[in-house]
């Protein structure tokens, strides 16, 4: 049992229709058909969306994926027509929307790799493959790859895991061709992020994308190279065989599983609330990646 400790009742904006609540994100409808993406401050963790909120993470979220967005608008189109509030929506939603195109969503998480950890590092420990690729030996957390690999999962619902599937399993699903136009974007979009953030002393560990049609045109969708979709490492702590440090929601997973917080995740229990100082810290690990990345200052 997971899901969401207590789960938000949607804001209800004269002509949006709310279609859905994620974990992160609200999505609604438009009048004119287009979809209104809202990113709220909620987090996540080992299938749970928790109780406690992270104070301006969704403005981080949506500021970074935008920056992204421009920076890959040579490769791949995306789905962001517009950042403008709409009419009768409240203040808190500004900088946390996007008006995007309607796609004809694929069904796949399209996960890129470039280096060895998390569910990949479990799979590779027990069968030396990752998603049925078959990787040398003596890889080990955090080892680089020899190059970076297309390992899609299937897209979960809400409290349940995304399952890690072969390349051939997706191509059985979508076809063949659009199974492989899914891997050429995705290696192209996570080579891009590699170098960029490389750049700016991140490692760009692995991430997932999320792709949609338009017509017969593949366009990028959701977030984009976010601390919420991605692994960020900095580049100067990489130290292959252990786990490594990291831009993201380690602070709150690390505090889950310790004593202190009381909570079994092998239980039916939701987690408890986050303390101040977790909070905190969490928020200013995703700060330094948004400032890191962009180069500008966050406040």
């Not at 709220?40 to 109780?51: G, K, N």
């Not at 979220?61 to 995306?78: E, V």
């Not at 027509?81 to 694929?106: F, H, Y």
């Amino acid at each position: 049992m997971s899901g969401f400790v207590e789960k938000p009742e949607p804001i209800q904006v004269p002509g949006l229709v709310h279609l859905h609540t994620g974990k992160v994100r609200e999505l609604y409808r438009n009048e004119a058909g287009d979809l209104v993406m809202v990113a709220s401050d909620r987090m996540s963790a080992y299938d749970w969306v928790l109780p406690t909120e992270i104070p301006d993470k969704g403005r981080i979220l949506t500021q970074l994926s935008l920056w992204w967005f421009d920076r890959l608008a040579d490769l791949i189109p995306n789905h962001v027509l517009s950042t403008e509030l709409p009419a009768g929506a409240p203040a808190d939603w500004a900088g946390r929307t996007l008006i995007c195109k309607s796609l004809q969503m694929v069904p796949v998480e399209c996960v890129a790799r470039g280096y060895l950890t998390g569910s990949g590092l479990a799979e590779y420990n027990e069968t030396r493959t990752v998603c049925g690729l078959a990787l040398p030996e003596g890889l080990t957390d955090g080892s680089e790859l020899p190059a970076p690999i297309f390992t899609p999962a299937t897209k979960a619902a809400v409290g349940e895991h995304d399952e890690n599937v072969s390349y051939e399993e997706v191509a059985r699903q979508v076809g063949a061709d659009t199974a492989a136009r899914l891997r050429q974007a995705t290696l192209a979009v996570y080579s891009r992020g590699r170098d960029i953030a490389r750049e700016r002393g991140i490692i760009l560990a692995d991430t997932k994308f999320e792709f949609g049609f338009e017509g017969d045109d593949l366009v990028l969708a959701d977030e984009v190279l976010t601390a919420d979709s991605s692994r960020f490492w900095p580049a100067d702590q990489w130290q292959p065989g252990r786990a490594q440090p990291s831009y993201d929601k380690q602070f709150v997973r690390d505090w889950l599983t310790s004593p202190e917080s009381g909570w079994d995740r092998k239980s039916e229990q939701p987690p408890p609330a986050l303390p101040q100082q977790v909070v905190d810290a969490t928020r200013a690990k995703y700060v330094e990646a948004y400032e890191r990345l962009t180069g500008t200052s966050w406040s």
